[in-house]
């Protein structure tokens, strides 16, 4: 069955569901594509048929993050609210989840393949949570990057916005495993395999017994992050300051209000 949306490419088949980025040329995640995400994913986790969904973009981009108009403050309530929806039900899926990256793989995109159970990718894919740039923060890499790459390098990431390779974010526990671009399907291709021949149920269970943070303090602190960025990033000058900059084309001029 393939399915195909205005920003996704959906096809299951032999127990596998692959969602597929498509919002050219670098697969930004507007607001459109948040709502068709959540859509798909509360589909696919009522099909008893799919023990796994992986997440993919393209060749140049897994997804180079959320929309930055989404940013302002006319529109923050709403992508905070759209985006939250869509990490919740992948953090909560019963499913095993997989993304699989290529190129850039920032911001909001970093964050939705952090919070996958399994991540594959290219040798020479950019990751990176470049919103401090911005004026701004990443909330969900705030709240639970560092149980994936621990305190001091989750806080280098978000704090420094530093872009880093693949391989580095295999070393530092960001990803499962790094391949060479020609070779990351086929390494995804062979977990996948090695998946079907295991118990649906079992998987779901040793998902829910091991997952990296619990599911309720992992929504307890990505409301409170928030929230945060609602209430005190958004009104200083600064965070607007930095989405008009970009949206100008120009350098930001901090005032550190």
Same mark, same amino acid.
């Given at each position: 069955?393939?399915t195909?949306?205005?920003?996704?490419? #959906?096809t299951v088949?032999?127990h596998?569901?692959?969602?597929?980025l498509?919002?050219?040329?670098?697969?930004?995640?507007d607001?459109?594509?948040?709502?068709?995400?959540?859509? $798909?994913?509360?589909? @696919? /986790?009522?099909r008893?048929?799919?023990?796994? #969904?992986v997440?993919s &973009?393209?060749?140049?981009?897994?997804? $180079? &993050?959320?929309? #930055?108009p $989404?940013?302002q403050?006319d529109s923050?309530d709403?992508?905070l609210?759209?985006?939250?929806?869509v990490?919740? $039900?992948?953090?909560?899926?019963?499913?095993?989840t #997989?993304?699989?990256?290529?190129?850039?793989?920032?911001?909001g &995109?970093?964050?939705?393949?952090?919070?996958?159970?399994? *991540?594959y990718?290219a040798?020479?894919?950019?990751?990176?949570?470049?919103? +401090?740039?911005?004026?701004c923060?990443p909330?969900?890499?705030?709240?639970g @990057?560092?149980a994936? *790459?621990g305190?001091?390098?989750?806080a280098?990431l978000?704090l420094t916005?530093? %872009?880093i390779s693949g391989?580095?974010?295999?070393? +530092?526990g960001?990803a499962?495993?790094?391949?060479r671009?020609?070779?990351?399907?086929? @390494?995804?291709?062979?977990v996948?395999a090695?998946?079907?021949?295991l118990?649906?149920?079992?998987?779901? *269970?040793?998902?829910?017994?091991?997952y990296?943070?619990?599911?309720?303090?992992?929504?307890?602190?990505? +409301?409170?992050a928030e929230d945060?960025y609602?209430?005190e990033?958004?009104?200083?000058?600064d965070? %607007?300051? &930095?989405?008009?900059?970009?949206? /100008?084309k120009?350098?930001?001029?901090?005032?550190?209000?």
């Amino acid at each position: 069955m393939t399915t195909n949306n205005t920003r996704l490419e #959906i096809t299951v088949a032999d127990h596998v569901a692959r969602v597929r980025l498509v919002h050219p040329p670098l697969n930004i995640i507007d607001l459109a594509m948040m709502d068709q995400l959540a859509t $798909a994913l509360r589909v @696919l /986790e009522s099909r008893d048929d799919v023990t796994a #969904i992986v997440f993919s &973009g393209s060749e140049k981009a897994f997804s $180079a &993050g959320v929309d #930055i108009p $989404a940013h302002q403050p006319d529109s923050i309530d709403a992508m905070l609210r759209s985006f939250h929806r869509v990490i919740s $039900a992948v953090v909560t899926s019963h499913k095993v989840t #997989i993304a699989e990256v290529r190129g850039a793989c920032l911001g909001g &995109g970093a964050e939705l393949a952090m919070v996958c159970d399994l *991540v594959y990718t290219a040798r020479d894919a950019s990751w990176g949570f470049p919103e +401090i740039r911005l004026g701004c923060y990443p909330p969900v890499a705030a709240v639970g @990057l560092s149980a994936l *790459v621990g305190q001091k390098r989750a806080a280098e990431l978000v704090l420094t916005g530093r %872009q880093i390779s693949g391989d580095h974010a295999l070393a +530092i526990g960001l990803a499962t495993a790094a391949a060479r671009t020609e070779e990351l399907g086929l @390494l995804v291709e062979d977990v996948l395999a090695n998946l079907r021949t295991l118990s649906a149920a079992a998987l779901r *269970v040793a998902k829910k017994a091991s997952y990296a943070w619990d599911a309720m303090h992992f929504e307890k602190g990505l +409301i409170r992050a928030e929230d945060i960025y609602r209430n005190e990033l958004m009104k200083t000058e600064d965070a %607007q300051e &930095g989405i008009r900059a970009w949206m /100008e084309k120009r350098p930001p001029k901090w005032t550190g209000r």
